[in-house]
Each structure stands twice: as structure tokens, then as C-alpha cells.
């Protein structure tokens, strides 16, 4: 188990018996509850008492024009309806998948009347589809699992902060609160974090903005294909760079009213009138491809452009970090000096494991005498 992990990590004889587990569960008031997505595990009450407590303090002086919203997603650019019910029910991961992935921040305001460009972080810091590429029609950048991680996110946000100090311009930015997004010293940029599980019903990008640009990304993706020769390799035909251009279309083509009405639908600006602007079924170039290529039914094409809405795009904290962290925390409560409850660096994992045997060689020394 990885509780009995963590416990030989910081040298602790640990065994996590059902016993334990039964008492650590009812003093934390924890349940095993069937859940259905991210949604189902959002807390209405925690929802409502922000929306109506703070929310309303937070934004009170920002116009919507100065209200933003930034989220990832990551995106299979190569993935066709035919390999749809290939991955369906599996974990959206592997050495193939993972090759054929970028992701994608993509960052609004309230009103619809500013998009950012587009952040798209892909694998490779200089692919050869860029050659001779004198500028993109997206800000990109690279590491070797195309995640956002915390250095592109502290980087995007200083870049725009000086942007908005030349433009004297102040706004207020909501992002979820994951490994990727830490706080970041800004100053025109006031930067809040959602409350924990519950970006689903709260983050205005989940509520159908990414879904509409990938609506948009996969129709062009289908028309491309559409237009090869039989001989042609589709996944092949595709490259990065048709890829990032179809992303900076399909970003261009997200309506004003779309985005609008998904932050009224995260309850975050009341006086918009309902309804999305995006609807597959009326979309006459679309009903040709699949009509003509016989590639997706119609009503498949919602899961089709959804396939990729759980894969992961931001890093994660990894088992060693969870143990710094927990040390560090240890250290800060246990020590009533002021310079050691702050210290200047986090020790090494190997030396906590070193001083932790220490101890318990100290302590069982001092019982026996």
C-alpha cells in the first residue's frame, strides 16, 4: 500500500493494518461513495458559499471586461473517429498516444472580448515542421511530456503582467488549483485560485469553451482528411504545424457569446441570457464529411471531439514531493525556533530518511537506559 511506502521513505516502522485504516478513516469523516467524473465530487454547499460569500468580494472591483479565466487541456491533434472505440474505456496513455499529444492553455475574459492567444506546449523545442516558420500563430514551448508545469506557468503570467504594467491595465485571473498554477509575485495580475474540486462547475473554460474549440479543431481535422488521396497515410498527412494552425482557427472561431454565456453558467456574471452557439447537428460542412467519408455517425461526434477531456495536462506532484512536503511541514510544527521552522532550503529526502533512523536509534537508547 502507499501508505506503508511513505512509511519506509521517512524511516518510519509503519504497517497500515485495516485496523488503522478504519480509525484514520471515521476520525477524518471519510466515505467510499460511487462517483461518476469530477463533478460528481463537488460539494453543492462549498460552491454556493463561494459563489455567494466570496466571489462577490474578490471581483467587486474588476469590470468583467478585466475578469479572466485560464485552463489546459490536452488534445490527441492526430486522433480520428475511427480509432474512437479503439481507447474507449482505457486509461489515455501509452507510448503511441502519448507522441501524438500537445497541450493547449487557453485563457478569456468574461465578456468575450479578449482571448489570449493560445499557449501550446508540445514535446519537441524546435520540430522540424517549424523550420523556415518565420512566427507562429501561438506562443509555444516544450518539455519532454508536453505538460504544463509550474516554470511555463510562472513564465506566461510575467510575460502578461508586463504587458498589463505598459497598458496600466489591472485584472483579476481564476485558475484551478493543481501542482502546475503556484503562486506567482505579480502586480497587475491578481491571481485566485478555485476552491479544490470543484473547477467542473466553477472554472467558466470546462463549461463548454474547450469543448467548442475542439468541436471546431476536429471539424477542420475531418475536412483535411476529407481532402487527402486514398493512397494517403491520414496520420501522417497531419503535421505539428497543420496542427497548431487548426488550433489557432478553431481557438479564432469560439464565439463571443459562447464564452459569455459559460461564465454565466459558472455563475460568475448573472446578466447573460442562456444558450450556447455551437451545434454539430447545424454545421452543413460537417454533416458533408461524415455523410460522404462515412468516417462517424452524427450522433458520435460529441464523443468524438470528447475523447481526450480526461487525459492529463498539467504536472503532478510526485511520491518524493509528497514526502518533502510532509517533512517540511513536520519540521515547521515541531520546532518552536523561528529559523528552523523556516528553513532556507528543503533537505534532501535521503538526509530525512538519515536523521529520521537517528532518532529512533536516540530514543530507543535513552528508553534502555
Same mark, same amino acid.
Given at each position: 500500500m502507499k501508505a506503508n511506502e511513505f512509511g519506509e521513505a521517512v524511516g518510519a =516502522? @509503519?504497517? %497500515?493494518?485495516?485496523?488503522?485504516?478504519?480509525?484514520? &478513516?471515521?476520525?477524518? +469523516?471519510? %466515505?467510499?461513495?460511487? !462517483?461518476?467524473?469530477?463533478?460528481?465530487?463537488?460539494? $453543492?454547499? !462549498?460552491? +454556493?458559499?463561494?459563489l455567494l460569500q466570496t466571489w462577490p468580494t474578490i471581483s467587486n472591483n474588476y469590470s468583467m471586461d =478585466?475578469?479572466? =479565466?485560464? /485552463? #489546459?487541456?490536452?488534445?490527441?491533434?492526430?486522433?480520428?473517429?475511427d480509432k474512437t472505440h479503439k481507447i474507449k474505456g482505457e486509461t489515455c496513455s501509452g507510448e503511441k498516444i502519448s507522441k501524438e499529444r500537445i497541450t493547449a492553455m487557453i485563457c478569456a475574459n468574461a465578456s468575450g472580448t479578449v482571448k489570449r492567444k493560445l499557449l501550446v506546449i508540445g514535446k519537441y523545442n524546435n520540430p522540424r515542421c517549424f523550420k523556415n516558420v518565420k512566427t507562429l500563430s501561438v506562443d509555444y514551448c516544450a518539455n519532454n511530456k508536453s505538460w504544463m508545469t509550474s516554470q511555463t506557468f510562472t513564465d506566461y503570467? &510575467?510575460?502578461?503582467?508586463? #504587458?498589463?504594467?505598459?497598458? &496600466?491595465?489591472?485584472?483579476?485571473?481564476?485558475?484551478? =488549483?493543481?501542482?502546475?498554477?503556484? $503562486?506567482?509575485?505579480?502586480?497587475?495580475?491578481?491571481?485566485?485560485?478555485?476552491?479544490?474540486?470543484?473547477?467542473s462547475v466553477l472554472q467558466p473554460m470546462d463549461q463548454g469553451v474547450i469543448n467548442s474549440l475542439k $468541436?471546431?479543431?476536429?471539424? $477542420?481535422?475531418?475536412?483535411?482528411?476529407?481532402?487527402l488521396t486514398e493512397e494517403a497515410n491520414p496520420t501522417k498527412a497531419v503535421s505539428f504545424l497543420d496542427a497548431v494552425n487548426m488550433l489557432s482557427v478553431a481557438w479564432e472561431s469560439v464565439s463571443t457569446e459562447t464564452i459569455r +454565456?459559460?461564465?454565466?453558467?459558472?455563475?460568475?456574471?448573472?446578466?447573460?441570457? /442562456?444558450?450556447? /452557439? @455551437?451545434?454539430?447537428?447545424? /454545421? #452543413?460542412?460537417?454533416? &458533408?464529411?461524415? #455523410?460522404?467519408? +462515412?468516417?462517424?455517425?452524427?450522433?458520435? @461526434?460529441?464523443?468524438y471531439s470528447r475523447i481526450d477531456e480526461n487525459i492529463i495536462a498539467t504536472e503532478e506532484h510526485s511520491d518524493n514531493d509528497l514526502i518533502q512536503n510532509f517533512l517540511h511541514e513536520l519540521l515547521e510544527e515541531d520546532s518552536g525556533d523561528e529559523d528552523l521552522a523556516q528553513p532556507e532550503t528543503i533537505i534532501k529526502i535521503e538526509d530525512a530518511m538519515n536523521y529520521s533512523r537517528k532518532l529512533k536509534l536516540h530514543i530507543f537508547s535513552t528508553k534502555r537506559e
Open positions: =516502522n @509503519f504497517k %497500515c493494518i485495516s485496523g488503522w485504516l478504519d480509525r484514520f &478513516k471515521k476520525r477524518h +469523516n471519510i %466515505c467510499f461513495r460511487k !462517483i461518476c467524473g469530477e463533478s460528481a465530487s463537488v460539494g $453543492q454547499s !462549498i460552491t +454556493n458559499d463561494w =478585466n475578469v479572466f =479565466n485560464a /485552463d #489546459e487541456t490536452g488534445i490527441f491533434y492526430k486522433m480520428l473517429p503570467l &510575467k510575460k502578461w503582467d508586463c #504587458e498589463l504594467i505598459k497598458a &496600466k491595465t489591472k485584472i483579476l485571473l481564476l485558475v484551478d =488549483n493543481c501542482p502546475a498554477h503556484p $503562486q506567482v509575485h505579480l502586480h497587475n495580475i491578481k491571481l485566485h485560485f478555485l476552491p479544490p474540486n470543484t473547477t $468541436q471546431s479543431y476536429r471539424k $477542420q481535422l475531418l475536412m483535411k482528411i476529407m481532402d +454565456n459559460c461564465f454565466r453558467h459558472a455563475g460568475l456574471v448573472k446578466d447573460i441570457p /442562456d444558450g450556447l /452557439d @455551437f451545434d454539430p447537428e447545424d /454545421d #452543413e460542412p460537417l454533416s &458533408k464529411i461524415i #455523410e460522404i467519408n +462515412n468516417v462517424v455517425v452524427l450522433s458520435k @461526434f460529441d464523443e
